[in-house]
């Protein structure tokens, strides 16, 4: 199971900081694998937001969130974290964290076998 955590409501330029962890049978995949987010808002589709090696080494995010956002990983707590600085209020939507037992990081949906439960962020203007 993937649990994220530290959705809410903030001001626009504001900061918030997600985490997800994992636990029963995706607790070596997760650690292992590629962690991931992504994010649905209202009427859209779920696309990529960032995405962390297994070992933290290597890192990608979408173009909308370069600069802003940055992802990262405690192995040690089995849990990576997408801290969101600047927020605009487009970034408002349901944010998911994913794992996929992969070696390599990903931007597809299609390679991330776990999901989270997902938690709203909302950024007022």
């Known amino acids: 199971q993937l649990q994220a955590f530290g959705g809410g409501l903030v001001r626009a330029g504001g900061s918030l900081r997600l985490s997800c962890s994992s636990s029963?049978?995706?607790?070596?995949?997760?650690?292992?694998?590629?962690g991931g987010w992504f994010r649905q808002a209202p009427g859209k589709e779920r696309e990529f937001v960032a995405a962390?090696?297994?070992?933290?080494?290597?890192?990608s995010y979408a173009d909308s969130v370069k600069g802003r956002f940055t992802i990262s990983r405690d192995n040690a707590k089995n849990a990576v974290v997408l801290q969101m600085n600047s927020l605009i209020p487009e970034d408002t939507a349901v944010y998911y964290c994913?794992?996929?037992?992969?070696?390599?990081?990903?931007?597809?949906?299609?390679?991330?076998?776990?999901w989270g439960q997902g938690t709203l962020v909302t950024v007022s203007s």
């Open positions: 994913a794992a996929a037992p992969t070696s390599w990081i990903s931007a597809h949906i299609y390679e991330y076998d776990y």
């Open positions: 029963g049978r995706t607790f070596s995949i997760y650690a292992g694998g590629a």
């Open positions: 962390i090696s297994w070992n933290g080494d290597s890192t």
